[in-house]
């Protein structure tokens, strides 16, 4: 029995189907958070989110907020930081900045390599760790 056109022209498009999908799933988010530890803090209502992150080479990070302060230390790579209100600014591997809670802001990894940092987010317990800002 010898197929058809129609039937090879089919398993050509389920081939690449399969294959889109699994370079899709290859792909890494533009960032991973993996929150490494959180506890309470004496605030009241608030709580200590300590994270691993790690920015894509080459990505960019939404404009988003976080319910508390962000603390952050770069470890490795440098990035473009974006605060609403101030001027852009580059922090390398070995520096840190600050965020106050609810502040817009987004951030780019520039350089050939990914962006690698520890944040601590002392936050409102309950929210999420960051929402989306227009």
Same mark, same amino acid.
């Given at each position: 029995?010898?197929?058809?056109?129609?039937?090879?022209a089919h398993l050509c498009a389920v081939v690449a189907l399969f294959g889109a999908a699994a370079v899709q799933a290859q792909t890494p988010p533009p960032i991973q958070r993996t929150v490494v530890g959180k506890g309470d803090v004496s605030v009241p209502g608030r709580e200590a989110i300590v994270a691993r992150v790690e920015i894509a080479a080459g990505a960019s990070v939404a404009r988003h907020t976080h319910p508390g302060d962000e603390i952050s230390y770069i470890a490795e @790579?440098?990035?473009e930081l974006l605060i609403d209100g101030e001027p852009a600014r580059v922090v390398k591997a070995g520096e840190s900045f600050v965020i106050p809670a609810g502040v817009v802001h987004a951030a780019r990894a520039i350089g050939t390599g990914p962006v690698k $940092?520890? @944040?601590?987010?002392?936050?409102?317990?309950?929210?999420? $760790?960051?929402?989306?800002a227009p």
């Open positions: 029995m010898q197929p058809t056109i129609r039937s090879i @790579g440098e990035t $940092l520890i @944040g601590v987010y002392v936050v409102e317990k309950g929210k999420p $760790l960051a929402t989306p």
